[in-house]
């Protein structure tokens, strides 16, 4: 079970997708991660690889906008859209397209963000090189922010290139990024 831990929404109970899906972010982690950010309000806020949308809708209910998700799943789509539809969302952006794809699409309209919050597949590895790519399309914000959400210790090249602040709940590492 999945849950709102903050804001507008909080404690509602969201679906999920089947665990050889995703992978949930645990309560704690989003508490621990919600707090270290403080004020979102009015944060433009994008879920690059949102699973149930739980990333998402936490920060929609603490205020932030717009904000987008994208999920390529289209099994994790239907639950993400029951979860809005739960809760009355209407007003997040889903996109469904490969990362890539969403990347391109959203650096056409000039849709740029102060959060971007990274949680992809297990295959994927967030290193200097996956940042770099995001960066090409120049969809974050001056003084933006970059959070990747990973079970291993990120690549060094970006902990010394990066003010990046580690924040571990369990096997779970929110890695804040900070500094582009």
């Given at each position: 079970m999945i849950r709102v831990v903050g804001g507008k929404y909080k404690r509602r109970v969201l679906e999920q997708p089947d665990s050889s899906i995703t992978r949930p972010t645990k309560d704690i982690a989003k508490?621990?991660?919600?707090?270290?950010?403080?004020?979102?309000?009015?944060?433009?806020?994008?879920?690059?690889?949102?699973?149930?949308?739980?990333?998402s809708i936490e920060a929609y209910s603490r205020g932030a906008s717009p904000v987008?998700?994208?999920?390529?799943?289209?099994?994790?789509?239907?639950?993400?859209?029951?979860?809005l539809d739960k809760l009355g969302i209407t007003d997040i952006k889903v996109l469904n397209k490969d990362y890539k794809d969403a990347l391109t699409y959203l650096s056409s309209?000039?849709?740029?963000?102060?959060?971007?919050?990274?949680?992809?597949?297990?295959?994927?590895?967030?290193?200097?090189?996956?940042?770099?790519?995001?960066?090409?399309?120049?969809?974050?914000?001056?003084?933006?922010?970059?959070i990747a959400e990973t079970d291993y210790d990120i690549d060094k090249n970006l902990v010394e290139k990066y003010n990046v602040k580690i924040l571990k709940?369990?096997?779970?590492?929110?890695?804040?990024?900070r500094g582009f």
């Open positions: 508490e621990g991660l919600f707090s270290s950010l403080g004020d979102i309000n009015n944060k433009s806020f994008l879920d690059l690889f949102s699973g149930s949308g739980a990333i987008y998700l994208n999920e390529k799943n289209r099994d994790a789509l239907k639950v993400i859209n029951s979860n309209k000039q849709i740029t963000f102060d959060i971007i919050f990274l949680d992809p597949p297990y295959k994927m590895i967030i290193d200097e090189s996956f940042i770099n790519t995001i960066l090409l399309y120049n969809i974050l914000n001056k003084d933006g922010i970059i709940y369990g096997r779970s590492l929110m890695n804040i990024i």
